[in-house]
């Protein structure tokens, strides 16, 4: 809000500003401003931190910092930080919070150097910037760019250098830091934790699918890929389906593509990336577990065993909350938001908005600028949610409490 944020002098708006604040600090990327036009350096750098806050996590920073001030938790609040870090339990848990630390700056360091030499030739010395804060906005997911005008990737879709170590910034940002872990220290596969498997076959599987899905869709539409070479045509889409997954960096009109091609993209950002990443979404393992619980059901099997372990029967039952718990929350907001519209825009590009929000991808399709104050207001709180994740935010509304008292069982027919 202060003056020498906008290159006005004016400061922005406290709703918009509030807005920008959390899509920065929650890594979604939607926003009321073009922070190349409409912010300073002060207020580009404002952003900066608050994408590095985020990418690290709220909660990531938070237990660091009491924690070194010598608090001692209570079974509640370690209760939230082992949901929210996804731990069985608090050993390791600050040793875990080190090593995420470590890894954010190594990466984005070697990434900045990369990109500063690479736009250096187009921005001189400003390459410097340029280069921080698109590793950091990569690295975190979060999909705020330097370009202006709102463009993102769209007039820079051939510039495969650029896309590919953006790319790559956002899958080691979206597959967490657990994972980073055992790639950089085990270095094998049979080493690698059950998690780890997981999330490297859930996510080779969704971005190769939603690329191919793209290609195939989008293939003849002129307004998106069809003047674009194969090649061009299946990088851009391959670097979209990465991107979907909560980056929302785009090479092309979202806005243009057709109908299915916006649904795919919604069941793409409705999952989003792993856990203990800088992303958002339900994630990929719930996803998988959701799958094979399925699976489990109609085979007629009682557990599920992947690569020779079980999956316990509480996190069964968490995975389909969460799914259950970030349909309903994107459900009632996609209606509340489509009701505070009046009907302005399809059903399909609210939703599709409401997802962006809750994935805290940021795609856009052009509408995020025409929402009122309620409107952005709802955004922030879905964001917020989404990037804290729904479980996390559940459970520090609702008391934990366990009785001792077992009641008599009976059958309910369902389905």
């Excluded at 990327?29 to 750098?45: P, R």
């Excluded at 950091?136 to 463009?151: E, T």
């Excluded at 851009?236 to 389906?241: A, E, I, K, V, Y």
């Excluded at 996390?392 to 059958?411: C, H, V």
Aim: charged share 15%; aromatic share 12%; proline share 2%.
């Amino acid at each position: 809000m202060l003056p020498i944020s906008t290159t006005d002098w004016q400061g922005l708006h406290p709703i918009d500003a509030l807005f920008t604040s959390t899509s920065a600090s929650c890594v979604c990327g939607l926003t009321v401003v073009d922070v190349h036009n409409d912010l300073t350096f002060f207020g580009q750098v404002v952003m900066l931190f608050l994408m590095q806050i985020g990418g690290l996590g709220i909660m990531t920073l938070a237990t660091l910092v009491v924690h070194t001030m010598g608090y001692r938790f209570q079974m509640k609040e370690s209760l939230l930080v082992q949901e929210s870090l996804n731990q069985g339990g608090q050993a390791g848990i600050f040793d875990l919070i080190k090593r995420i630390i470590m890894y954010t700056f190594a990466i984005e360091g070697f990434f900045a150097i990369l990109l500063a030499i690479h736009f250096y030739p187009e921005f001189g010395f400003s390459a410097i910037g340029y280069g921080i804060f698109h590793s950091v906005s990569a690295f975190c997911n979060a999909g705020f760019d330097l370009f202006g005008n709102y463009d993102s990737l769209c007039k820079r879709n051939d510039d495969y250098f650029l896309m590919t170590c953006l790319g790559m910034l956002i899958i080691l940002g979206g597959i967490g830091f657990t994972v980073i872990y055992d790639f950089i220290h085990k270095r094998s596969w049979r080493k690698f934790s059950l998690h780890t498997k997981i999330v490297v076959i859930v996510n080779v599987i969704m971005i190769f699918a939603g690329a191919i899905l793209l290609f195939l869709l989008e293939y003849d539409n002129p307004a998106t890929i069809a003047n674009m070479d194969v090649g061009g045509k299946f990088a851009s889409t391959l670097f979209t389906s990465v991107a979907c997954r909560t980056a929302g960096i785009n090479t092309f009109d979202l806005a243009s593509t057709e109908q299915i091609s916006q649904f795919t993209m919604i069941v793409l950002m409705f999952i989003g990336a792993s856990p203990l990443s800088t992303g958002g979404g339900i994630k990929s393992t719930t996803i998988f577990i959701i799958v094979m619980s399925m699976w489990a059901v109609f085979s007629g099997k009682n557990e599920i065993v992947i690569f020779g372990r079980r999956i316990p029967q509480k996190l069964r039952d968490q995975a389909f909350a969460i799914f259950t718990m970030g349909t309903i929350w994107v459900v009632t907001s996609g209606i509340i938001l489509s009701i505070i519209d009046g009907e302005v825009h399809s059903l399909l590009e609210v939703i599709f908005e409401t997802v962006s929000g809750f994935g805290t991808v940021g795609m856009g399709i052009g509408i995020t600028n025409e929402w009122d104050i309620l409107g952005k207001l709802i955004l922030s709180l879905t964001m917020l949610v989404g990037r804290v994740g729904i479980m996390t935010f559940m459970l520090a509304l609702i008391k934990q409490k366990s009785t001792l008292i077992k009641y008599p069982a009976e059958n309910v027919m369902i389905g």
